[in-house]
């Protein structure tokens, strides 16, 4: 006899209507007047490939707010990540942790009752960028809870390639929380790599948010940066940097400021900033940008990027075995992920304003979860 569950969850629905003007227009201008409700319905079989999945944690990401929430003045999404709305919703979030209930038959390595947390983008296994290794760079790459299905519900199904077994660390709240944190962890530790951080780098990271304080927190306790610097509006978060920051300034502070860098790393989307803060930057200086913003970067220290050789990348991700690495480093205490969580709120009710009330998240916290009980 099939196993049945009963799901509820949280879907997106939008007005798809492309921007006047633009050829191949991003989610920011295609779709427009968003709408998140809380549906249940009875799961049928599960698909090949896949595991279902009770959820324990899920985490609030900051592309969640910026889908959820529309520009004041167009109507348009602000969120400028890959997305694909259908008419009839979109099951959205891709940060959490979760039990297995279901295995699909075809599935290995992978058991009921296992604990896993995701990564958060689907590659095909099959295009040149994956041949090559390079899995986060797939051509044909879904982004869960954007293009495809994600995690905001109560019992969900997920491809199995996307799980990744974390029943080491055990069933406390403090591991299971760290457990959901290892999505964002595994951005900001993909964004110290690409930015080739040191241990003699002097490091400035634009933002403290969760995915900024985790790149603090990463330069400081695995990379072995000399200096780390945050910059920071948010007082509570300026605050909650110092825990592994050398200094945590505001805007101003920093633009006060005469020290010079190695790295400087974008976590923020103020372009604004980046571009006057090149000139900072040292001989081999590393320019790394994570935050997406849909505007363009404006670069008027060409000389400076030049004669300093300094380098500018962008780092999508967290895939190539990262998962692994932050979890050898949480198991032997050397990176308290779960300290960048500030805040639990319970059940999609509560989850569904906290997205639709972006200050709830933002103000007074850094990584907000819900709890699915």
Not at 295 to 306: F, P
Not at 327 to 348: C, F, H, M, Q, W
Request: aromatic letters at 6%; a negative charge.
């Amino acid at each position: 006899m099939l196993n049945e569950y009963q799901q509820s969850a949280l879907y997106l629905q939008a007005e798809r209507s492309p921007f006047p003007g633009i050829a191949n227009p991003q989610p920011h201008q295609l779709y427009r007047n968003p709408q998140l409700d809380i549906r249940s319905r009875q799961l049928g079989p599960i698909f090949p490939g896949h595991i279902r999945v009770q959820m324990i944690y899920a985490g609030i990401c900051g592309t969640d707010i910026h889908l959820v929430n529309p520009d004041l003045l167009t109507g348009y999404v602000q969120s400028s990540a890959p997305a694909y709305l259908p008419d009839e919703g979109r099951l959205i979030g891709h940060e959490g942790v979760g039990k297995i209930l279901e295995v699909a038959s075809d599935v290995t390595g992978l058991t009921v009752c296992q604990f896993v947390a995701f990564e958060s983008i689907r590659s095909c296994h099959a295009c040149e960028a994956c041949r090559q290794g390079q899995f986060n760079q797939c051509l044909n790459s879904k982004l869960i809870g954007m293009e495809v299905n994600g995690i905001f519900g109560t019992v969900v199904d997920i491809p199995a390639i996307l799980a990744f077994d974390v029943s080491r660390f055990g069933t406390s709240d403090r591991s299971l929380q760290a457990a959901a944190c290892l999505e964002p962890a595994g951005v900001a530790f993909l964004a110290c790599v690409n930015a080739a951080v040191s241990a003699s780098d002097r490091v400035a990271i634009l933002g403290a948010g969760p995915i900024g304080l985790l790149t603090a927190m990463l330069c400081r306790l695995a990379f072995g940066a000399s200096f780390v610097c945050v910059v920071e509006p948010s007082e509570y978060r300026k605050s909650l940097a110092r825990k592994w920051a050398d200094e945590s300034l505001t805007l101003d502070q920093f633009k006060n400021d005469h020290g010079v860098f190695d790295v400087l790393i974008d976590t923020s989307g103020d372009l604004d900033l980046v571009s006057a803060s090149i000139t900072r930057l040292r001989h081999n200086g590393r320019v790394c940008l994570l935050a997406r913003s849909g505007r363009a970067l404006v670069v008027d220290s060409v000389d400076h990027i030049i004669s300093r050789n300094i380098s500018i990348i962008g780092s999508r991700g967290h895939l190539g075995g990262i998962y692994e690495r932050l979890a050898a480093l949480y198991e032997n205490g050397r990176l308290p992920i779960d300290e960048i969580v500030t805040k639990v709120i319970s059940g999609l009710s509560e989850l569904a304003e906290h997205l639709k009330t972006p200050d709830l998240v933002t103000q007074d916290n850094c990584k907000v979860l819900c709890r699915f009980d």
